[in-house]
């Protein structure tokens, strides 16, 4: 009877120790995802009149800004290959992450299924600056193409080393069940995953 005790109790503990392992598998996060908090450097920056949470990784950095538009919540997302390798962007694999009242997620929204409110009419047209008094003209050149790129669907594709692919992607808008919740968009990119943690109000 002793041998068969002691088969039972290592049983116990391996079975017990197992089950404490993979509780802490659970709970570790993998290398490869990167949480925009303050230990990982994220910072905010403003471009193009937005305000947009910037994340940095040996290879890629990513700027994100969140708004919402009729039913759709909008990442602004701008993404730099800082690799010496192309990287392959694909908004579908985008998503937020919903953890209340049950976890679940929206992925993002095909452009061809976007139905967006019909834009307000603009009473008067923006005034163009004058030439003459633009310090650097090829600065401002380059920064009207930005931002004229930030108004278009994030395009689908290989990014080459120290190039710059920006867009918006547009969601499901998600509507809290209590008055402030935490939802979290999250962007896999060539193996790295970049997790923005944001507020929603109700």
């Known amino acids: 009877m002793r041998p068969v005790r002691v088969l039972l109790s290592v ?5 017990t120790h197992d089950a404490f392992a993979s509780d802490r598998a659970r709970i570790i996060v993998p290398d490869n995802v990167i949480t925009c908090q303050d230990s ?3 910072i905010n920056q403003e471009h193009f009149g937005r305000v947009y949470k910037v994340l940095s990784s040996q290879r890629i950095t990513v ?3 969140l708004s919402t538009v009729g039913n759709y919540t909008r990442a602004d997302v701008t993404i730099t290959n800082n690799g010496s390798y192309p990287l392959n962007v694909l908004p579908s694999d985008l998503r937020i992450e919903i953890f209340d009242p049950k976890p679940g997620f929206h992925p993002s929204i095909p452009p061809a299924e976007v139905n967006l409110p019909p834009a307000r009419a603009q009473r008067h047209a923006t005034p163009q600056p004058d030439p003459a008094q633009i310090a650097d003209p090829k600065a401002a050149a380059e920064e009207a193409a930005a931002r004229l790129d930030s108004e278009k669907d994030l395009p689908a594709g290989p990014v080459a080393p120290n190039q710059v692919v920006r867009g918006h992607v547009y969601f499901e808008r998600y509507k809290p069940s209590r ?3 935490t ?5 896999p990119i060539a193996g790295e995953v970049f997790e923005f943690p944001y507020t929603v109000q109700h």
Do not use: E, P, R
């Not at 049983?11 to 079975?15: K, P, Q």
């Not at 939802?183 to 962007?187: H, S």
């Open 179 to 181: 008055k402030l919740q």
């Open 40 to 42: 990982t450097g994220c």
């Open 11 to 15: 049983a116990i503990l391996y079975c």
């Open 183 to 187: 939802a979290n968009l999250v962007l």
């Open 63 to 65: 700027m994100v800004s």
